[in-house]
């Protein structure tokens, strides 16, 4: 079987819940509704030998809607290729069904992004945060969270600060400007680097 | 207690010598050799003279025997400074400098300071090397509290001692936020030497401490 074959399949499986198949240097992507997805995974799972989930992660398209979108990764260690599912989940609802169940490794990576990305998983075994304490009151790769973080208090059980970032370093510029003017250090913060002070670039 | 520190200083000479001294003892005339050798003999008077700034000691072999005059302080911090057991409290990549700085090459018991303990009620110094994120950041301070005094810490590295490049929301921006820092070491990581140097700056800043102060005020008080 190839990646054309399980993709035909699946999609004379499941004719209404995929709605749109993207090809990109040879991989496949999936936009699924989020409702069919657990039904989805594990037709892929049983029936196309899908046996291994690489990766879940979580994606924020701040300022759209549906605001959120989850991606899956999966793969076929038996037939060797790969498949994508993305399925959108609103900012209002903000939950999506779990896929733990049917991969055990996906246990940690949707307490991952719930942790970071504050989506909600129906039905998951053991949703705590993950890399953050647990009370933290923000989730942290949100978009219209700041880098340096907020002031959180919480006496006895954790705290944080905001980090002095000082306009720079590791701060991207929106500009069209070479390497030099985009990421500014430090020591050049408010005014424009000129090519001469970076002699030792190319 | 001069003698004691002589024999200390020409103990870590041989140590020395073990391990480079060849490489960097002249090989060429006896005039060089005579250099080498007074260049020696300072560096050794002036390691003994910093070692006894508190100590007024005026041994003399031939009068006193084995009986040696000294403060209470001297004494105390000179056996403290010398045996400080460290915590290694590694978090991320300076932890591996840190070994490196308790193995065979760079050999932190020269400096008395090679009983890594891994239970803080065992430990004098916290050596925080690495990335401390707000998560672990409470842990640290915990096993701080844990350590009995008399206790000091040394911030290794960028990160404990400012949070380094890591400017984010999950990074406590230096270990000080929370505990008391002696000597902060440089570098990212820091070389083993620079941390041996950091050992050396608080092993010269114990010497310079009021050890028996909180005695002297309880017998004050009791009298």
């Given at each position: 079987?190839?990646?054309?074959?399980?993709?035909?399949?699946?999609?004379?499986?499941?004719?209404?819940?995929?709605?749109?198949?993207?090809?990109?240097?040879?991989?496949?992507?999936?936009?699924?509704?989020?409702?069919?997805?657990?039904d989805?995974?594990?037709?892929?799972?049983?029936?196309?030998?899908?046996?291994?989930?690489?990766?879940?992660?979580?994606?924020?398209?701040?300022?759209?809607?549906?605001?959120?979108?989850?991606?899956?990764?999966?793969?076929?260690?038996?037939?060797?290729?790969?498949?994508?599912?993305?399925?959108?989940?609103?900012?209002?609802?903000?939950?999506?069904?779990?896929?733990?169940?049917?991969?055990?490794?996906a246990?940690?990576?949707?307490?991952?992004?719930?942790?970071?990305?504050?989506?909600?998983?129906?039905?998951?075994?053991?949703?705590?945060?993950?890399?953050?304490?647990?009370?933290?009151?923000?989730?942290?790769?949100?978009?219209?969270?700041?880098?340096?973080?907020?002031?959180?208090?919480?006496?006895?059980?954790?705290?944080?600060?905001?980090?002095?970032?000082?306009?720079?370093?590791?701060v991207?510029?929106?500009?069209?400007?070479?390497?030099?003017?985009?990421?500014?250090?430090?020591?050049?913060?408010?005014?424009?680097?000129?090519?001469?002070?970076?002699?030792?670039?190319? | 207690?001069?003698?004691?520190?002589?024999?200390?200083?020409?103990?870590?000479?041989?140590?020395?010598?073990?391990n480079?001294?060849?490489?960097?003892?002249?090989?060429?005339?006896?005039?060089?050799?005579?250099?080498?050798?007074?260049?020696?003999?300072?560096?050794?008077?002036?390691v003994?003279?910093?070692?006894?700034?508190?100590?007024?000691?005026?041994?003399?072999?031939?009068?006193?025997?084995?009986?040696i005059?000294?403060?209470?302080?001297?004494?105390?911090?000179?056996?403290?400074?010398?045996?400080?057991?460290?915590?290694?409290?590694?978090?991320?990549?300076?932890?591996?400098?840190?070994?490196?700085?308790?193995?065979?090459?760079?050999?932190?018991?020269?400096?008395?300071?090679?009983?890594?303990?891994?239970s803080?009620?065992?430990?004098?110094?916290?050596?925080?090397?690495?990335?401390?994120?707000?998560?672990?950041?409470?842990?640290?301070?915990?096993?701080?509290?844990?350590m009995?005094?008399?206790?000091?810490?040394?911030?290794?590295?960028?990160?404990?001692?400012?949070?380094?490049?890591?400017?984010?929301?999950?990074?406590?921006?230096?270990?000080?936020?929370?505990?008391?820092?002696?000597?902060?070491?440089?570098?990212?990581?820091?070389?083993?030497?620079?941390?041996?140097?950091?050992?050396?700056?608080?092993?010269?800043?114990?010497?310079?401490?009021?050890?028996?102060?909180?005695?002297?005020?309880?017998?004050?008080?009791?009298?």
């Amino acid at each position: 079987m190839t990646c054309e074959d399980a993709v035909k399949k699946l999609r004379e499986a499941f004719p209404d819940s995929i709605h749109e198949e993207t090809q990109f240097r040879g991989e496949t992507s999936l936009r699924i509704a989020k409702s069919s997805l657990r039904d989805i995974c594990l037709h892929a799972r049983d029936r196309m030998g899908f046996d291994y989930l690489v990766d879940v992660s979580s994606v924020d398209h701040f300022g759209q809607e549906p605001r959120y979108e989850m991606v899956y990764e999966l793969y076929s260690l038996r037939n060797e290729f790969h498949l994508r599912l993305k399925t959108e989940v609103s900012e209002d609802d903000n939950t999506a069904p779990t896929v733990s169940d049917i991969w055990p490794t996906a246990d940690w990576h949707e307490r991952e992004v719930y942790d970071l990305m504050g989506i909600r998983f129906i039905d998951h075994p053991d949703l705590r945060r993950i890399l953050m304490w647990e009370g933290y009151p923000y989730h942290p790769l949100r978009k219209d969270f700041p880098l340096e973080g907020k002031t959180t208090e919480m006496p006895g059980v954790a705290f944080s600060e905001p980090a002095p970032l000082a306009g720079g370093p590791f701060v991207t510029i929106p500009t069209d400007g070479t390497t030099q003017v985009r990421e500014p250090r430090a020591r050049h913060a408010g005014e424009i680097p000129s090519p001469e002070k970076f002699l030792a670039e190319p | 207690m001069k003698i004691f520190f002589k024999k200390i200083c020409r103990i870590r000479h041989l140590h020395d010598d073990a391990n480079d001294g060849k490489s960097i003892r002249p090989r060429g005339s006896n005039q060089a050799m005579r250099k080498f050798r007074l260049a020696a003999r300072k560096q050794e008077n002036r390691v003994s003279r910093m070692s006894t700034t508190l100590s007024p000691v005026a041994y003399d072999g031939k009068i006193e025997g084995n009986v040696i005059f000294t403060q209470l302080d001297a004494a105390i911090n000179w056996m403290r400074s010398h045996s400080l057991w460290p915590m290694p409290m590694g978090l991320a990549c300076c932890a591996i400098e840190l070994m490196a700085a308790s193995s065979s090459r760079f050999d932190i018991s020269r400096f008395g300071a090679e009983v890594m303990r891994f239970s803080p009620r065992q430990a004098d110094v916290m050596i925080v090397a690495g990335t401390v994120t707000y998560k672990m950041a409470l842990a640290v301070k915990r096993i701080w509290d844990q350590m009995p005094e008399p206790k000091w810490c040394i911030a290794m590295g960028a990160c404990a001692s400012s949070g380094g490049m890591y400017r984010s929301y999950a990074v406590l921006q230096g270990i000080d936020h929370l505990i008391p820092v002696d000597v902060y070491v440089s570098g990212c990581p820091p070389r083993p030497e620079a941390l041996l140097d950091g050992l050396m700056k608080l092993q010269a800043k114990i010497m310079k401490e009021h050890s028996v102060t909180e005695q002297k005020k309880e017998l004050l008080e009791n009298l």
